[in-house]
């Protein structure tokens, strides 16, 4: 079965830090590109990042409120993909999904998707 | 970066109603538009990808259009299931952006 599943969520306090693994199975894993997407509490969702294959180059982007402050990372020896947040602000309350990219050809184009997603962890920054 | 607007932000509608959800970008985006739903305590599920083609498995009641800065969503015939939040997401460019969602509520 093709899944993710999200770990390492929980309570921590203004200015700490945490993260987040993601063990992904039924699939081959260090083939795809990964992101990692939140949506806080009653809000929409917010890009977080994604980091590609390193048969694509292993490079790692950003949204503008986490960079410098959380960093993606990937063990493909082990299947799973991290989320590491340091300087944890109130803002940054969020569930966090993490997420298979796919890219589905149509009409000569190749359109990447957010085609799999993880149950999400929930994060909660205290002030 | 790429905004993206959705309207309406929410809309209530009953079951065999037609529904159309806009969303348009701040620049041309081509059609590197995706939709999602996603119903409360769930992650969003892909809907249509390229602003017009079909997930597997999604049922033929949704379509969308459009291309360039101006996008829909229509579900031809509302059915009960339907009642969810709906984005819009482009892909063009990096970072990655969705609309504010779409609240689908019951009439």
């Known amino acids: 079965e093709v899944q993710l599943v999200e770990s390492g969520g929980g309570l921590v306090k203004r200015g700490g830090s945490l993260r987040l693994s993601c063990a992904a199975s039924?699939?081959?894993?260090?083939?795809?590109?990964m992101t990692w997407v939140r949506q806080g509490p009653g809000k929409g969702l917010e890009w977080v990042g994604h980091?590609?294959?390193?048969?694509?180059?292993?490079?790692?982007d950003y949204a503008a409120p986490v960079e410098g402050r959380f960093t993606i990372s990937r063990d493909d020896s082990k299947d799973t993909l991290y989320l590491q947040m340091n300087s944890l602000k109130t803002e940054d309350t969020a569930v966090y999904y993490c997420?298979?990219?796919?890219?589905?050809?149509?009409?000569?184009?190749?359109?990447?998707?957010?085609?799999?997603w993880g149950r999400g962890a929930l994060v909660t920054v205290s002030s | 970066d790429i905004q993206m607007t959705q309207s309406p932000s929410s809309l209530s509608a009953s079951v065999g109603d037609r529904v159309t959800i806009t969303c348009r970008a701040s620049?041309?985006?081509?059609?590197?538009l995706n939709w999602y739903q996603q119903k409360p305590g769930k992650a969003p599920d892909l809907l249509i990808f390229?602003?017009?083609n079909l997930q597997s498995g999604v049922p033929s009641r949704f379509s969308g259009s459009g291309s360039g800065t101006d996008f829909a969503l229509t579900i031809s015939i509302l059915q009960p299931e339907d009642f969810a939040t709906y984005y819009c997401?482009?892909?063009?460019?990096?970072?990655?952006?969705f609309g504010q969602g779409t609240k689908v509520d019951i009439k």
């Open positions: 980091i590609k294959s390193y048969t694509d180059g292993g490079t790692t």
């Open positions: 039924g699939f081959s894993f260090s083939k795809v590109s």
């Open positions: 997401q482009q892909s063009f460019s990096v970072p990655r952006t």
């Open positions: 620049q041309g985006i081509r059609t590197y």
């Open positions: 997420i298979l990219d796919a890219d589905y050809f149509d009409s000569g184009n190749f359109y990447n998707v957010f085609d799999l």
């Open positions: 390229g602003a017009s």
